[in-house]
C-alpha cells in the first residue's frame, strides 16, 4: 500500500477491538468495500481511568489474524514508549495518537524504528508544532511519515471538533509528507462521516480513515461516529467519484500473500489468538 | 438565479468596488468564466477607520452598471438600517457581513424587505446562533435568507480563519436555508481558494463566493486572497466536475434581459455612472 | 464619577429593567452598598427574537427616575445609531456591547456625541480589533472611551465565556484608555463573579461592573449570574480590600444633586415614569 | 511545603538549568525572596528537536545541590514513564507537563509512585479532562496531587496563552486538590507576570510559580517571560499583600535541614555535582 501517491486510500475499522468475531466481520466487508487498510485499537487513550482501554495484546492478536485473513495491513496506536517493541509485531504501521502528538520519548522511540507512522495532529496544535512533531521522527531516520488531521479544538459544539480541512493544501506547501483525514473523530456523528470525507478527497487528502463498526448502535466506544458496513461500500463509491473528479483514483485493495510476515502471529503473548 | 437547487451557483467579483473599468473587466470576465452573480463591495466595514471605507454610493452605482452589461444580479453589503433602502435601489441580493451578523436592528430592518439576503456566519458565532440571527430575518418575513460560511476565528494562524466545512451538512439537517462558501475570507490566500472550493462543493454546499480581481497584486484590499481572472475560469471548470461527482450541476447565467429592473441607475446620486 | 483615575469603581444593576420597583429597590441597594454607577438594559441584544427583548423607551425612563432618587449616573446599552439620541436623554454613559463592538455605524453615531461610551470586547475580538474599534469613536472626536473585558470564546464550557484578565496589563501598554472588566457575562455563575472581581482589581482594572438583582432566581434574564443585593454589599469590601492591596482605593459614591440634569424624564416618551 | 492551606506558595526558578553557578545563584535569591521550592527543568519538552533538549541528569544533580544549599525543595519535569525513577532521586515533587496531560502511561506510572506531583493543565484541556487526567494519578494511589493553571489555547496573540483564572473558582467546586497557576508561561512576556500572579493570589490560587534568572535576556530558553532577581523580591511582597486582602499568608520558607534526604546525590550519575 502506497500513502501519497496518486491513488487515494481507504483506511476502515472499529474505534476499538471488541472481539474476534466482530473484528472478522469488518475486516471481511472492509475488504469488499474497497478499503486497503485495517485500523483498530487494542490500547485506547481514554481521557477517564474509568473507561474500558482496551484489550491490549489480546486485540493486537486479533488484527494480526484478521490482517492475514483479510490481506488488509493493519495501522494501530502504541501509546508508550515501551510498547513499540511490541506493536511492531503485529502492526504494519504505528499511528501515534492526538492526544501523544508532543510525546517526545514516544516519538523518538518510534522514529527509531523503519516502521510507517501515522502522525495524528494533536488537538489543539498548530500546523507548524504538527510539522515539527513530524520532525521529531525524521530526525531519527523514519522517513515513512504519513500525517493525520482529525480536528481542532473550538468554542463550536455542534461537532466534537472543527475539521481543519484548510490544512490539507497548506501542508502541501510545507511538506512532501501524505496527509490523510479522519472525518470520523473530527465529527463524531455519522451523518457528517460521508460528506467530509468526499470533501477531503476534494481538497486533496491523500486518504481517509473511518470508524466502521457490525452494529454501530451497540457500540463499546464511539458508536454514535461509526459507519455501518453498508455506508462504508457507499463512501467507498462516492469517494471514487470524487478522486476522478480531481484527477485521482481509488487505491486497489492488495492480495493478502503480498503482506509481509509480522513476528505477532508466532509468538504466544496475547493468547486468544493461537 | 435560484440558490438551493440542484445547481451550485458560482458568485465571483472584487472585494470592493474601486472604480468602474476594473469592475467591467471583471464583470466580463466572471460572466465568461460562468459566475452568475456579481459581488463587489461599495460599503466596506473595516477595522481601522483609517483604512480605505469603500465608495459608496458611487460604488453602488458601477455595480449596476456591470450588473446591467454582464447580465449578472448584485449582491454587495449593506452595513447599517439607514441604507437598507439605498442599497435595495442597486442590488439584486443584500449582504449582512460577519460583523454585522448579530446586528439586530440592522437583521430587523432588511427582515422587513422583502429582497433575498445572504447572511455571513459571525467569525465567532456558533451554528445555532446563526440559525437564530436568521430567525430574525425570518420573522419578519423575509423568507429569502442564504447562509455563507466564511470560517470561525481559531488558534490556527496559517489561515485567516478557520473554515468550517463540517457546518455545512449540520445546517442541512437543522435547516432547510440554502448554504454557500465563502473560501477567500476564510483562508485569505490564494491557493487556498480553489481546493477548498472543491471541498465545499463536495461536502454539500449550494454554491461559492469568491474573490476576483484582473490584477490582484494590486487590488486595494484583499489581494493576497483574490483570484486573478483565469484562475477563476478553471475554478468553475473543476467545480463542475466535483458538482457532477456528487450528482449536482452547476447553475448557468442568466440573461441580461432577464434580470428585473431596479430604481438604482435612474436616479442621480452616487453621480459618475449616469 | 471618575473611571482610570486613582479609585476602582463600582458598577451594578440588574441585567434588563424589569419594572420601576425593582429597579428602585436595587437602586437602593447599590448605593448602599457602595456602587458609583447604575447599570441596566433597556434595549437589549438577545440572540433570539423571540426572547424578552426589553422594556425599551419605559426602561430608560424607569433608569432616569432611580438615577436620580438613588444618586447614581447611569450606563445603558444603545443598539443603533437611530437609538443614540434618545438613549442620550436617559443615560449618563453610552454602553455598545460585544455584539456590535463592530457595528461602525453605531461607533460613528456614539463617537459623534460627547458622551462618555463603554466599549465592550467582542467575544472573539483581539486586543488589537478592540482598539481599532475604540478608535471609530476617539476618530470622531468622542475621547471619553472606557473599555470593557467580558470574556472571549474559547473551546471551555465550564464558563459562557473565558475571562481575559491577561488583557489588562497588555492595554496599559498599548492605551492610556481607563479598562473595567465586567465578570457577570464572562462566567454566567454567581459563584465565580465575586472571586473574578477580586482578581480584575489585583490585575489593574479600573472598575468592574456587575449584575445584580434583588431575587436573582425570578430574574427574566441572566438570573443565574446575578449577584443578590448582600452578596453585591460584601464584594464591594473585598473589592476595597484588594484594592488597598495593590495602592489603589474605592471610588466613593457621588450625590444625587451633583448629578448634571438629563433631558429625559422632562418628555413624555416611555409614559410610565411621570 | 504544604500546598492547598491557607498560606500561598511562591515557587521560583528558572525555565532550564543551564548550569550550576546560574541555579546557585537563582537559588540563592529565590529564597531570599521569599520562594518555598524551587523550580526547574532538566528535561525539557520543546517543539522543535532541534532545540535545546535541557541538560538531563547532570541538570538533576544541579537542582539536588542548590535544593541542599539553598533549603528549597525541588519540583521539576518528568516527560516519560522509564524517567520517573531517575527524577525521583533528585526531586521532591514530579511535574507532569502540559504537553504530557494525557500521556496515560507516565500519568499511571508517577500515579505509582508516592511523590507530589504537579499536573499541568493541556493547552487545550476542558477541566473536566484535566480532572478525569489527574484521576489516573489517583487512581493508582497517588493522593499528593497539586494542579497548575498555565493558559489555554485562544484566538488572542497578543499573549502566549490565555490565562484562565475562571478555572480557580470552577476547580474549587469540583476538587479538593490544590491549585496553582504559572503566569510565566501562560503570557510569555515578563511584564504581565506581576500582575497576573496577584489576580492568581485574589481569584484564590494556592500558589504561583515562576519562572527568574539572573539576566534573564541571555536566557537559553524562555528569557522573554523571565523575572529577574530584583522582580521576584517584589513581587513576593505583593503577593503578601493581596494574600492579606483575601484573608490568607504567604507560606514561609522551610529550613534546609527539614528536608528528607533523596537518593539522588548519592549516586554518580549525572556527574558534575559529586
Given at each position: 500500500?502506497?500513502?501519497?501517491?496518486?491513488?487515494?486510500?481507504?483506511?476502515?475499522g472499529?474505534?476499538?477491538?471488541?472481539?474476534?468475531?466482530?473484528?472478522?466481520?469488518?475486516?471481511?466487508?472492509?475488504?469488499?468495500?474497497?478499503?486497503?487498510?485495517?485500523?483498530?485499537?487494542?490500547?485506547?487513550?481514554?481521557?477517564?481511568?474509568?473507561?474500558f482501554?482496551?484489550?491490549?495484546?489480546q486485540?493486537?492478536?486479533?488484527?494480526?489474524?484478521?490482517?492475514?485473513?483479510?490481506?488488509?495491513?493493519?495501522?494501530?496506536?502504541?501509546?508508550?514508549?515501551?510498547?513499540?517493541?511490541?506493536?511492531?509485531?503485529?502492526?504494519?504501521?504505528?499511528?501515534?495518537?492526538?492526544?501523544?502528538?508532543?510525546?517526545?520519548?514516544?516519538?523518538?522511540?518510534?522514529?527509531?524504528?523503519?516502521?510507517?507512522?501515522?502522525?495524528?495532529?494533536?488537538?489543539?496544535?498548530?500546523?507548524?508544532?504538527?510539522?515539527?512533531?513530524?520532525?521529531?521522527l525524521?530526525?531519527?531516520?523514519?522517513?515513512?511519515?504519513?500525517?493525520?488531521?482529525?480536528?481542532?479544538?473550538?468554542?463550536?459544539?455542534?461537532?466534537?471538533?472543527?475539521?481543519?480541512?484548510?490544512?490539507?493544501?497548506?501542508l502541501?506547501?510545507?511538506?512532501?509528507?501524505?496527509?490523510?483525514?479522519?472525518?470520523s473523530?473530527?465529527?463524531?456523528?455519522?451523518?457528517?462521516?460521508?460528506?467530509?470525507?468526499?470533501?477531503?478527497?476534494?481538497?486533496?487528502?491523500?486518504?481517509?480513515?473511518?470508524?466502521?463498526?457490525?452494529?454501530?448502535?451497540?457500540?463499546?466506544?464511539?458508536?454514535?461516529?461509526?459507519?455501518?458496513?453498508?455506508?462504508?461500500?457507499?463512501?467507498?463509491?462516492?469517494?471514487?467519484?470524487?478522486?476522478?473528479?480531481?484527477?485521482?483514483?481509488?487505491?486497489?485493495?492488495?492480495?493478502?500473500?503480498?503482506?509481509?510476515?509480522?513476528?505477532?502471529?508466532?509468538?504466544?503473548?496475547?493468547?486468544?489468538?493461537?
Amino acid at each position: 500500500v502506497r500513502i501519497g501517491g496518486q491513488a487515494v486510500v481507504l483506511i476502515a475499522g472499529p474505534c476499538t477491538v471488541e472481539g474476534l468475531a466482530m473484528l472478522e466481520e469488518t475486516g471481511r466487508a472492509a475488504r469488499a468495500a474497497g478499503a486497503v487498510m485495517l485500523r483498530g485499537g487494542a490500547f485506547k487513550p481514554r481521557s477517564s481511568p474509568y473507561s474500558f482501554q482496551g484489550l491490549g495484546s489480546q486485540g493486537l492478536a486479533y488484527l494480526a489474524r484478521v490482517r492475514a485473513q483479510a490481506g488488509l495491513p493493519v495501522v494501530t496506536e502504541v501509546m508508550a514508549p515501551e510498547q513499540v517493541e511490541l506493536v511492531m509485531r503485529y502492526a504494519d504501521m504505528l499511528q501515534i495518537g492526538a492526544r501523544n502528538m508532543q510525546n517526545y520519548s514516544l516519538l523518538r522511540e518510534v522514529g527509531r524504528t523503519r516502521r510507517p507512522v501515522l502522525l495524528k495532529r494533536g488537538m489543539s496544535a498548530s500546523i507548524d508544532e504538527w510539522l515539527e512533531a513530524a520532525e521529531y521522527l525524521l530526525a531519527q531516520g523514519n522517513t515513512q511519515v504519513v500525517l493525520c488531521e482529525r480536528g481542532i479544538r473550538t468554542f463550536e459544539t455542534a461537532t466534537r471538533f472543527t475539521l481543519d480541512l484548510s490544512a490539507i493544501p497548506v501542508l502541501r506547501q510545507r511538506t512532501h509528507l501524505p496527509v490523510i483525514v479522519d472525518p470520523s473523530h473530527a465529527s463524531g456523528q455519522r451523518h457528517l462521516v460521508g460528506p467530509l470525507a468526499l470533501a477531503a478527497v476534494a481538497v486533496g487528502a491523500d486518504g481517509i480513515i473511518v470508524e466502521t463498526h457490525p452494529q454501530p448502535t451497540s457500540a463499546l466506544c464511539d458508536g454514535a461516529q461509526s459507519l455501518d458496513l453498508d455506508q462504508l461500500a457507499g463512501l467507498r463509491d462516492a469517494m471514487a467519484r470524487v478522486a476522478g473528479a480531481v484527477g485521482r483514483t481509488m487505491h486497489d485493495p492488495v492480495s493478502a500473500e503480498s503482506l509481509p510476515a509480522l513476528l505477532g502471529p508466532q509468538i504466544s503473548e496475547g493468547g486468544g489468538c493461537q
